[in-house]
Structures are given as C-alpha cells and as structure tokens.
C-alpha cells in the first residue's frame, strides 16, 4: 500500500510544470475553497484541538510533545513528509537539515494546537496529528496557510505532500500550496 502511494507521489511530481527563474515566499490566500467555510463555535467543536507544548524535535516532520497532563508522546505530522536527517539507513537528503531546523526553530518550546484526523497514531506508534500555531477562527485557506505549521512547510518548500487514507483532511489544500511551491522553486523544490 505504501509503494502504491509513493507511486501515486512520485506521478503528481513528474506532471506538475518545471520551476520557473523567480523566487516567492507569498503564500496564497485565496478564500474561495470549497466547503471550507465554518461558524467559529462549530468550527472549534469540529477541529477539537488539544493543547501541547513542543519539547523536543526529532526533524522536519517529527516532534515530541508534552500534554497539560504531563503525558509526553513522539508525534508525527500529518499528510507531509519533510527530507530525511536521522534515518537510520538513508544519507541526510537534500534541504533535510533545512527543514529539520526550520521545524526545531519554529516549534521547539511553543505551545501548539494539534487536531487528529482519522487516526489515532502510525505503525510506529507515533500519534499523528495536523499541528495549529493558533487555533483558527475560521477554516479559511488563509487560516490554513497562516496557522497550520504542516501547511506553512509544505507552502515554503520544507515538505511535500505525502497522504495516507484516511487521514487527508487538507490534502487537496496542501497539493495545491505543494503546487505553488514547485512553481516557484522554493526550498527542495530548487535545484541542488
């Protein structure tokens, strides 16, 4: 199942239009996605974010974190991948550690909203979760691309997208930054 998703990746990838010469860091901001639209009170009630902090990274697209009970969990972000750094049987990968101290930079020691799509952790064991900087007021895609912390690298070329049904609530959001982001070359989307 993994390889025919890695498939499925790799095909996205190979269709998607060149680089071009510029270079952007804009995100976009278009508010006319579909079905994105919420009420704040049923917006919090769907989302039902959980509070953590940050207390360690471990790369790009994995952190540990410690809940208001004092519980700590090793969490895996979901529906990205970021370029390797520490696993145990490939080189680092290029624009890893970039990405890896992009993530340690933004996440280390801050307090984070984390909402759990279908899934409750990955077969290691690692919760898996879409990581909220704030909670958003509304499910707009400019609260998307400003608040969920797997949006932003996938939109500043730290990560690409990377889905495993049935956990792909912001897939079609996050392709179309991932998109973007190849367009415009930033991060692994520039040549080495």
């Known amino acids: 199942m993994k390889r025919f998703f890695s498939m499925i990746i790799i095909l996205i990838l190979f269709t998607l239009?060149?680089?071009s010469l510029s270079f952007s860091?804009?995100?976009?901001?278009?508010?006319?996605?579909?079905?994105?639209?919420?009420?704040?009170?049923?917006l919090q009630s769907t989302l039902n974010l959980t509070t953590a902090t940050v207390i360690r990274h471990v790369d790009g697209d994995t952190v540990y974190v410690r809940f208001q009970d004092g519980s700590e969990y090793?969490?895996?972000l979901i529906g990205i991948d970021t370029p390797e750094t520490v696993h145990p049987e490939k080189a680092v990968e290029y624009f890893g550690q970039e990405a890896?101290?992009?993530?340690?930079?933004?996440?280390?020691?801050?307090?984070?909203?984390?909402?759990?799509?279908v899934s409750e952790t990955d077969r290691y064991g690692r919760l898996l979760?879409?990581?909220w900087l704030e909670p958003p007021i509304e499910l707009?895609?400019?609260e998307i691309n400003s608040k969920l912390f797997n949006a932003i690298l996938v939109a500043s070329g730290y990560a690409q997208?990377?889905?495993?049904?049935?956990?792909?609530?912001?897939?079609?959001h996050l392709l179309t930054l991932?998109?973007?982001?190849?367009?415009?070359?930033?991060?692994?989307?520039?040549?080495?």
């Open 161 to 172: 997208v990377s889905t495993y049904p049935p956990d792909v609530k912001y897939q079609d």
């Open 140 to 142: 707009s895609p400019s």
């Open 25 to 42: 860091t804009a995100v976009s901001s278009s508010n006319n996605a579909p079905g994105l639209e919420k009420s704040n009170a049923a």
């Open 178 to 192: 991932q998109r973007e982001a190849r367009e415009n070359c930033r991060g692994l989307w520039r040549q080495p």
């Open 17 to 19: 239009p060149g680089c």
């Open 74 to 76: 090793k969490l895996r």
């Open 100 to 117: 890896s101290d992009f993530t340690k930079d933004s996440l280390l020691g801050m307090t984070v909203y984390l909402e759990k799509d």
């Open 129 to 131: 979760r879409y990581v």
